[in-house]
């Protein structure tokens, strides 16, 4: 049974596109979403951590929104260096980890 | 300051072969994961510990996969009689206790 999910799987946005990727969780008790972004052959990049319902974060073009049941990444006018896999991860119950399968992002120029 | 470092970062191997992979966490962190990456997909979670201790080894896909961690610092990640199916990227993270982790470069194992 999946706990974390993401969608879609990869997107194909022009320079200036706004779009959001989606994160949805099925475990309870969550403890924190946190949000990651993978450049090819490297580890992920940490990049917002939200705790509870109705949070928001902002970095640059970058947004994260937390509910209940999900979390947004919302993408602001991006551009080509905003192409990645952007990664969810939910933290519950004894400092466990788990890990959506990715967003891989396209920004054309 | 410092990230974690992994060693090494490229590693192949013949099938049967035994292999350890290292991992130098941020100083002061106490928790330290292991993950693994395959060609296009997700982490899959391996093993987590606090301070030297495993609280959680459910990740370990067979008793081939162990891992310890001395000093409450490095951590070696090790494959016993390697196979095929083991080739993947291995990443690992540090933390301090429910907070966000910080990743290494990770090591890419291929078995031929």
């Known amino acids: 049974e999946d706990q974390v999910t993401q969608s879609p799987e990869a997107l194909r946005l022009q320079e200036g596109e706004s779009s959001s990727l989606n994160c949805s969780y099925t475990?309870?008790?969550?403890?924190?979403l946190f949000w990651y972004r993978q450049d090819p052959g490297k580890g992920p990049e940490f990049l917002f951590t939200?705790?509870?319902a109705g949070e928001e974060k902002e970095k640059e073009r970058l947004k994260a929104t937390l509910t209940k049941k999900e979390s947004f990444l919302h993408i602001t006018a991006p551009k080509p260096e905003d192409s990645a896999t952007y990664l969810c991860?939910?933290?519950?119950?004894?400092?466990?980890?788990?890990f959506g399968s990715g967003t891989k992002l396209n920004v054309k120029p | 300051g410092a990230g974690v470092s992994q060693s090494p970062s490229n590693k192949v191997t013949e099938k049967g072969k035994d292999v350890e992979l290292r991992c130098d966490p941020i100083?002061?962190?106490?928790?330290l994961y292991w993950y693994r990456q395959s060609l296009g997909q997700g982490l899959e979670f391996l093993i987590y510990?606090?301070?030297?201790?495993?609280?959680?080894k459910s990740g370990l896909p067979s008793d081939r996969f162990s891992a310890e961690r001395t000093g409450g610092s490095v951590s070696t990640l090790t494959i016993q009689r390697t196979q095929q199916e083991d080739s993947a990227v291995y990443l690992c993270?540090?933390?301090?206790?429910?907070?966000?982790?910080?990743f290494g470069p990770g090591t890419r194992l291929t078995v031929t």
């Open positions: 993270a540090s933390s301090r206790p429910a907070y966000e982790q910080y």
């Open positions: 475990v309870s008790g969550l403890r924190g």
């Open positions: 939200l705790y509870s």
């Open positions: 991860a939910v933290l519950y119950n004894f400092n466990k980890f788990y």
């Open positions: 100083s002061g962190h106490t928790a």
């Open positions: 510990f606090q301070g030297n201790s495993a609280p959680d």
